[in-house]
């Protein structure tokens, strides 16, 4: 069985994602209108849920634009980590949506922060197969990788006496 290949990929805005997060929120403003449109009469519950509707916005588009920089995703074989404005050590990554042609990924940094990131074919399409192939692969991390705080306090706890 061969290893997956090293891959540096680049991610960044996602131009897709803002598409489908857009689509969602169209969705979602019109099952709130339908709810308003239904319900006997206009009442706080209506206020409530529109407010719903725009804190979601709000909170969904400051997270599109919170992680918009420029950054490369790489995996070196055995372990993952990530260049660009911020800096990520060894990291735990995880597909969470695979919709073929944009990954929703999820980055766990060692020390417990995670960072959700859109990847996207057309930023290096001649590496997308690579890079899928080392996302979905079983790498074996190496001695030199962090340890995650679980597995510290599983260590420290088969160490006490």
Do not use: K
């Amino acid at each position: 069985m061969h290893s997956a290949p090293s891959v540096i990929y680049p991610v960044g805005r996602s131009r897709n994602a803002e598409r489908l997060l857009l689509v969602l929120w169209v969705l979602g403003v019109s099952a709130v209108v339908v709810a308003a449109i239904q319900s006997p009469g206009i009442d706080w519950r209506d206020g409530m849920l529109l407010l719903c509707a725009i804190i979601a916005t709000v909170a969904a588009w400051t997270g599109v634009f919170r992680t918009s920089g420029c950054a490369n995703l790489i995996f070196d074989g055995q372990s993952w980590s990530m260049s660009g404005g911020i800096d990520l050590p060894t990291a735990q990554v995880a597909v969470m949506l695979d919709l073929q042609q944009l990954l929703l990924v999820r980055l766990r940094e060692p020390l417990g922060a995670t960072r959700w990131i859109w990847v996207e074919r057309d930023a290096m399409p001649h590496r997308w197969r690579d890079l899928r192939r080392a996302l979905y692969s079983r790498a074996i991390p190496t001695e030199a990788a962090v340890s995650t705080p679980e597995s510290v306090s599983a260590d420290a706890h088969h160490l006490s006496p």
